[in-house]
Every structure is written in C-alpha cells, then in structure tokens.
C-alpha cells in the first residue's frame, strides 16, 4: 500500500477551461502510515507525450503546506486555484499530444515521493499577448528559457564555432562548389522567368483561422506565349516528432492534410497579356493548431504552381500559421459571398433555401427566427427525444466511457434538428464510406433549445441551402447521431437525405 493516497478534482465535472480561466478545485491526500512530511506541493504545466521527445513548459508551483509530520488516518483536504494558461491549447494528433496537467507530490525526505497528476483540457479562450491584429507575419510565442534549454543553446553555439573553423579550413574546397551551385540555380530561375516574366504573389493572411476564406492574389505578364496544364495551390499540414538526439534522432512525419485547389484552369498565357487574379480558398476546418516547440511540430504551408508542360515550373512556398479563431480581429465565415472561388469563377449568392421537415417537438419554424419554411418532405424522430439524449450526455462523467455508450445507443436513430449555426466550411477528409459527404458541408454550432454543441457532416446536394448561413442563424435538416467528440464536448451527426 501506498505511503498515501492522492485524490485531485476540478470545479468542473469535465474538467474543460478556456485559456485565462480560473481552474479550481480540491486536493484530498489520505494517509496509509506515519511519514515525515517536508511539504505538499502542486504543479500545473503542460507538456507534450507521444512519439518525439518531451517538450514542456514552465512548472507553475503552489505550496499547499509546509513540512509536517503525516499520521496514518488522516485525511488532508486543500483547495487550490490558478489562471490556466492561454497557450499551447490542448491537442491530440497521430505523433504529437499537448496536454496540461495538474501534479501533487508529498515531499518524504530520503524516500520515494508520493505523486499524482490530472490533466485538463484547454481550449481557445483570451488571446495570447503576441497577436496584436495582424496577419500577415507568422507570430513567435514568448517561450521561457529553463536552465536545461539554457544549456542546449550553450553547445549549439559551440558547435556552430566548430563548424565556423572547419568551414575556413576547407573553404578552398567548398567555395567553388557553392559558386557552382548558385550558377545553376541562378540559371534555373532565368530560364523560368523568360516565360513567366516577374510574378508577384500576395497571401494577406498567412495567420489563417479554420474554415475561413482564405485570399490569395497572383499577377504576371508573359514574355512569351506558353501553355498552362493549370495554376494551383497546395494546402499541406504536418506533424514532426523527432526522438533521440544526435546520431541516433529519429523524425517522424505524419501528413495531417493535403489538398490542391485549382486557382486557374489549363490553357494559354499570351505574351504581354497580364495575368491578374485575387482568389479565395476554402480553408479546412482544423483543430491542429500550428505548433513550434523543439521536438514537436504541426506546420502549415502552401505552395502556388504555374504548371508549365515540359519545362521548369514556376513555384513558390509560404508557411502558414494556423489559429483558433477567437484570437482573430476580423475572422472570416466561410459561408459568406465570395467575390471569386478557387476556380476562378465569380459567383452570385442564391437565396438561402434550407432543407426543412416536420418537427413534431414545441419547437416549431415559428419560433426560431431565420429557420427556413417547412416543405413536409418526411420526418424522422422530434427533436425532444434528441433534447433528452443531449440531457443524458450532460449528466455523465466526462472521462469514462458513459457518454460513448449513450451516443452508441442513439446511434441509427434519425432526429429532427435544428442548429443553430456558428460556422459552415468545406469538408475535409472526410473518412466514412458515403462520397455524398465528400464535397459536401460541415456545420458547427449547437441544437437549438439547448446548450449541446454538435458537428454536422451535411450531403454536398445541401451545398445550396447551408453556404450563404451566417453565425447565428437557424438550419433545420434530418440527421442521425454517429459519435462523440470528447475534446470539444460535442454530438458529431451525419445527415440524412429526405425521401
């Protein structure tokens, strides 16, 4: 039996904070035998786990007591409070987990301490102190310097002065072989702007937010007439977890997302005829955040492509950062008009027309502003047996496997529901068997008459009637409940088409 027993709980049943909020809660420490006791101590930081080394931040402490003596039977109970940290938020990916904790430990002199930890979620609440509006330079977070990073820096700069020595040692060597190199290079890029001319690319936003339109800018004019299979661009993510040091680190990649969206269709740049277009992109709805510590990364780029057939190709890459969209000044609704898509076509907003059905619960068209009329194509369940899932949901243990078995139960079931919409994006990735999801629309928002958030995969033939929504606004469609989302608390449904 353990010296003593350490229980930790939260205010909060699920244990969710936003970044900046208050994280309380109880530590009760009972007592299996007498021990001598140098003090109590909590930490709360974050740290990474998975397949790279561990990166961490800086251990916030809080004295609970100070040295006494410890008897069997006890039952110490402190409370204990803090301001949870804004950033990194919490995040679990293929490679790569961030997670914050809370760690107790009974200090017991010339013994094994005592110890335990919980962790929390921590999702998008204050916005870090870096962000000041802007978005067109990726942000650096103000990280804390430890001693052992102190120390890494030191060798780091004596290894560059090693390599400084060696380097003037055997410039004779590698002077013409950088000279060679930097001829061919040069060469290359003369050879591509003698079609292409001087192509100038704009991408305002390389601080981008998730489901938002994203705008790219791209004008040249030919000094020759050449054929085109295409202009594109590529939106990559990835995870990078490197493990071990020196000669024996290992990295691992795990491509997070890979699209290519065509900006301008195949055909002909005519000499002297400028090419000017400012575009938008539909960008994924995300929850890897762009992550930079030194052993674990998510990176975000994209790369623009002129596609000349047999010949160089004009390329040029940007790295992206991706954040929540509450640190944004002016975060953009992807379901707003666009002046031009990705394909380059102007559009015209339609007239929003919902998918409607018969809700048989109290809440009825008329008493939700913005729902759409009813067209009486075929009902499936009210939205009341749907209200009292989300009420069961709500009543169990956020870390057991009571709300999965909940949502397994209503699983097959097809409900009346209407959202209220906080975003609408393109959907992404989607990994079920129906292709009818695959270009279709992913819904965020919550059910309306409660608080129950939920994520929508909707059919692309509702492309029409959900792309023009905006925040706040209600949709009304027939939907079946599939999973549960435990890091956003949220209900993930799929739609289902109307007979």
């Known amino acids: 039996m353990a010296k003593c027993d350490i229980q930790i709980t939260f205010d909060s049943p699920d244990r969710t904070y936003c970044g900046g909020d208050t994280v309380a809660g109880e530590v ?5 035998e007498d021990i001598r006791c140098n003090g109590i101590v909590l930490f709360h930081y974050w740290r990474t786990h998975g397949r790279g080394n561990t990166d961490r931040g800086k251990k916030h402490e809080i004295q609970l007591t100070s040295g006494v003596p410890l008897q069997a039977g006890e039952e110490l109970r ?5 301001v ?13 987990n961030v997670d914050h904790f809370v760690h107790v430990g009974v200090d017991v002199p010339w013994s094994f301490d005592p110890k335990h930890e919980e962790e929390y979620i921590l999702l998008p609440g204050e916005r870090p102190p870096e962000f000041s509006g802007g978005r067109g330079e990726v ?19 004596v290894i560059v002065a090693l390599f400084m020595v060696l380097f003037a040692a055997f410039s004779v060597v590698l002077i013409p072989l ?26 305002p936003h390389l601080v981008v937010g998730p489901g938002e339109d994203w705008p790219v800018e791209l004008s040249f004019t030919p000094k020759k007439t050449f054929p085109v299979n295409g202009i594109t661009v590529k939106v990559f993510a990835q995870e990078t977890a490197t493990s071990g040091s020196g000669t024996n680190s290992t990295t691992h990649r795990h491509t997070l997302h890979e699209e290519t969206h065509t900006l301008h269709p195949a055909g002909a740049m005519l000499a002297g005829e400028e090419f000017s ?19 674990n990364k998510v990176t975000w780029s994209a790369q623009v492509r002129i596609d000349i057939p047999r010949f160089p190709d004009w390329t040029q890459k940007a790295e992206l950062q991706v954040v929540p969209l509450e640190f944004l000044d002016d975060p953009a609704h992807s379901g707003s008009g666009r002046s031009q898509s990705a394909s380059g076509h102007t559009s015209v907003p339609p007239a929003a027309v919902g998918t409607a059905s018969r809700a048989e619960s109290e809440f009825r068209e008329a008493d939700l502003p913005g729902t759409v009329a009813n067209n009486d194509a075929g009902a499936g369940e009210s939205l009341a047996p749907l209200l009292a899932v989300v009420a069961e949901i709500d ?37 079920g068997d129906d292709d009818a999801f695959e270009n279709g629309r992913t819904v965020i928002g919550r059910i309306a008459g409660s608080d129950q958030k939920v994520q929508l995969f909707a059919w692309e033939s509702s492309n029409d009637s959900l792309d023009y929504l905006s925040r706040g606004e209600t949709w009304q469609t027939r939907a079946t409940v599939r999973s549960w989302d435990s890091l956003y608390d949220r209900l993930v449904m799929h739609e289902v088409p109307f007979d």
């Open 28 to 32: 009760c420490v009972q007592v299996n």
């Open 277 to 295: 277009e400012q575009f938008t992109v539909s960008f994924p709805e995300t929850d890897a955040w762009s992550i930079a510590e030194s052993d």
């Open 139 to 157: 942000i650096e977070f103000e990280k804390e310097v430890t001693e052992a990073k102190g120390i890494v820096k030191v060798i780091l700069f």
């Open 395 to 431: 009543q169990a243990g956020r870390f057991g496997n009571e709300r999965s078995e909940i949502v397994a139960a209503a699983d097959g079931h097809t409900y009346d529901v209407v959202i209220q919409i906080d975003r609408v994006s393109t959907t992404f990735g989607f990994s």
């Open 178 to 203: 950088l000279l060679v190199g930097g001829g061919i290079y040069w060469a290359w890029k003369k050879m591509i702007a003698s079609r292409v001319g001087e192509v100038k690319l704009k991408m």
């Open 84 to 96: 949870a940290e804004i950033w990194p938020l919490t995040y679990h990916g293929h490679y790569i």
């Open 78 to 82: 402190f409370p204990f409070e803090f």
